[in-house]
């Protein structure tokens, strides 16, 4: 059984940082592409970045590109989202998921595990 276990949100003012860590239990980790998303009170849930298997390749929504990296470290299951320069618009419950390829995708109708999410506000 896989389960997805995020950590590291918070409350940060605009203009900081926060590291988000998903760590994954099960053999396939390594082998599988990771994604990080996220739902805003009212709004619906949307891509923010995803990793391929073995971190070479990245991809990000447009809203955060050049202020998130998504890493992953495959000796330790776990997968991070660094994210700098945080603006109130950040604010959400962030997922992380493992797809079912290894590859990464921004379709969340391509990712079969989902973790329980942590909240991230960041204030003005």
């Known amino acids: 059984q896989v389960q997805l276990v995020e950590s590291g949100g918070g409350l940060v003012q605009a203009g900081g940082s926060l590291r988000l860590s998903c760590a994954a239990s099960g053999p396939t980790f390594s082998t599988k592409g990771m994604g990080w998303f996220r739902q805003a009170p009212g709004k619906e849930r949307e891509f923010v970045a995803a990793?391929?298997?073995?971190?070479?390749?990245?991809y990000y929504a447009d809203s955060v590109k050049g202020r998130f990296t998504i890493s992953r470290d495959n000796a330790k299951n776990t997968v991070y989202l660094q994210m700098n320069s945080l603006k109130p618009e950040d604010t959400a419950v962030y997922y992380c998921?493992?797809?079912?390829?290894?590859?990464?995708?921004?379709?969340?109708?391509?990712?079969?595990?989902w973790g329980q999410g942590t909240q991230v506000t960041v204030s003005s």
């Open positions: 990793i391929n298997w073995s971190g070479a390749n990245t």
């Open positions: 998921a493992r797809g079912g390829r290894s590859y990464y995708t921004r379709n969340m109708n391509e990712y079969d595990y």
